[in-house]
């Protein structure tokens, strides 16, 4: 499910059950703030460089292709979404437990949500952590970081590897931190906005 997921890292680390959108965005700006700036510090005293470049020397793709490549993938990953969630009982379980946590959250929520998810966790796990580790080990941990002991959440470990090895490629390839980080957000925002609208989506419309 990608990511309506970063909420219920908010709910884990407490927020809370039923906790309201606006306290989960406040959270978020606590949370994600610091996470940045870790991510800052740790690549500046390692590398001498801001996360926002990869560390290979070859210049980043033209500004346009790496926004067409950041919303394209993005894209792709929600039609990838919507398919598991449609096709297989561990998508709805999985769409249920995070219907409930992200009730209520409007569109301007989703959004701020989405960019602070998008650009921190891109800049820690991509532009700090990978140059250190590897893609593969980078990915790992990013997905590792998504873990919940929760039966209905655990998938969501496995789904957020397997989107942080795109974002990584995208990464390296593309030379900064720009299309992950727009394909992150992009993702985030739909999936928040989509599962927690009251209007477009019902936890119990999902047949278990």
Do not use: C
């Not at 959108?21 to 991510?39: E, H, Q, T, W």
């Amino acid at each position: 499910m990608g990511d309506a997921k970063e909420t219920a890292a908010l709910e884990a680390r407490g927020a809370g059950p039923g906790a309201s959108p606006l306290r989960l965005v406040r959270i978020a700006i606590a949370f994600y703030g610091a996470l940045l700036a870790v991510a800052i510090a740790w690549r500046l005293s390692q590398d001498g460089a801001w996360p926002w470049r990869a560390a290979e020397a070859a210049p980043a793709w033209p500004l346009p292709l790496r926004i067409a490549a950041g919303l394209a993938f993005g894209a792709a990953l929600l039609i990838a979404s919507r398919i598991w969630t449609q096709r297989s009982a561990a998508g709805r379980a999985l769409a249920r437990e995070l219907a409930a946590l992200v009730a209520g959250v409007s569109t301007a929520q989703a959004l701020a949500l989405a960019a602070l998810s998008g650009l921190a966790e891109e800049a820690f796990f991509r532009g700090a952590l990978q140059p250190r580790v590897g893609w593969l080990a980078a990915s790992a941990l990013f997905g590792l970081a998504h873990f919940h002991p929760r039966r209905e959440l655990r998938t969501w470990s496995l789904s957020a590897g397997i989107a942080g090895l795109g974002f990584g490629a995208l990464f390296a390839a593309s030379g900064d931190l720009l299309a992950p980080v727009l394909a992150h957000a992009l993702l985030n925002a739909v999936n928040l906005r989509w599962l927690g609208s009251e209007r477009s989506f019902r936890a119990r419309e999902l047949p278990r």
